[in-house]
């Protein structure tokens, strides 16, 4: 079936304005993460959701971060006022919320903000 | 809370020879231990995963790995490389507890390069 899929997978911006990230996880799958990975660095937690239940915000890096996830499916990650740090590859993934279930990845959308 | 630490950033090995890709973690509570797998402009791929039972895994493309819980450590492993192993490999843990997700804790990424 299809996996994870991320749009768009690249996206240029001016510093200053506001995107969008969507995901579109496995259907079925309940959980859903959206991680940064950085050039050179590893990947960076920024937010989970399961289910119905309120969202882990707990890694979103600054208030200018947001993401929702309407009908328990599709997640958008908001980003405003980007600034030339916020370069870097978002990656969304889900997941049963099925303890140890594996995490499916989509291909990330790689963000450049000039 | 959880780290995990990749010793390695980039490992160059020739062709047909083994490798190891190192991963050490930190946590205060139990944790299950996975490698992924990154080819390039893709996202990563479950290439092994710890629960429980025996410490040494094994995984898609030949790989294996050892949980040692003394040293906290689960190293990656495999006897003969092809060109076609050149990625990034991530180590990373979760929260074993039954209240938490499946949300992982990642390592830095080690860089493999396939030399022919």
């Known amino acids: 079936g299809a996996g994870v899929s991320q749009s768009p997978s690249n996206k240029v911006t001016e510093k200053g304005k506001d995107v969008e990230l969507r995901c579109d996880p496995i259907?079925?799958?309940?959980?859903l993460y959206w991680y940064r990975q950085s050039l050179g660095q590893g990947l960076e937690f920024l937010i989970y959701?399961?289910?119905?239940?309120?969202?882990?915000k707990s890694g979103l890096p600054s208030d200018r971060f947001s993401a929702e996830r309407t009908g328990g499916s599709v997640s958008t990650l908001t980003i405003q006022r980007t600034q030339q740090e916020d370069s870097a590859v978002y990656l969304c993934?889900?997941?049963?919320?099925?303890?140890?279930?594996?995490?499916?990845f989509g291909n990330g959308t790689r963000l450049t903000v000039t | 809370a959880q780290s995990v630490t990749q010793l390695d950033s980039q490992v160059p090995v020739f062709e047909e020879a083994p490798v190891e890709l190192r991963c050490n973690y930190s946590s205060s509570v139990s944790v299950y231990l996975f490698w992924y797998v990154q080819y390039p402009n893709q996202g990563l791929q479950l290439l092994l995963k710890?629960?429980?039972?025996?410490?040494l895994v094994k995984g898609i493309n030949g790989f294996e790995a050892e949980f040692n819980k003394s040293q906290t450590s689960f190293h990656l492993r495999k006897p003969s490389v092809h060109i076609s192993d050149t990625a990034e490999y991530f180590c990373?843990?979760?929260?074993?507890?039954?209240?938490?997700?499946?949300?992982?804790?990642f390592g830095g990424g080690t860089r493999l390069m396939v030399k022919p």
């Open positions: 259907s079925g799958h309940t959980a």
């Open positions: 959701f399961q289910g119905n239940s309120a969202p882990d």
């Open positions: 990373a843990v979760s929260d074993r507890s039954t209240n938490a997700g499946n949300m992982l804790t």
């Open positions: 993934a889900s997941s049963f919320s099925v303890k140890n279930s594996p995490l499916h």
């Open positions: 710890y629960l429980s039972g025996s410490t």
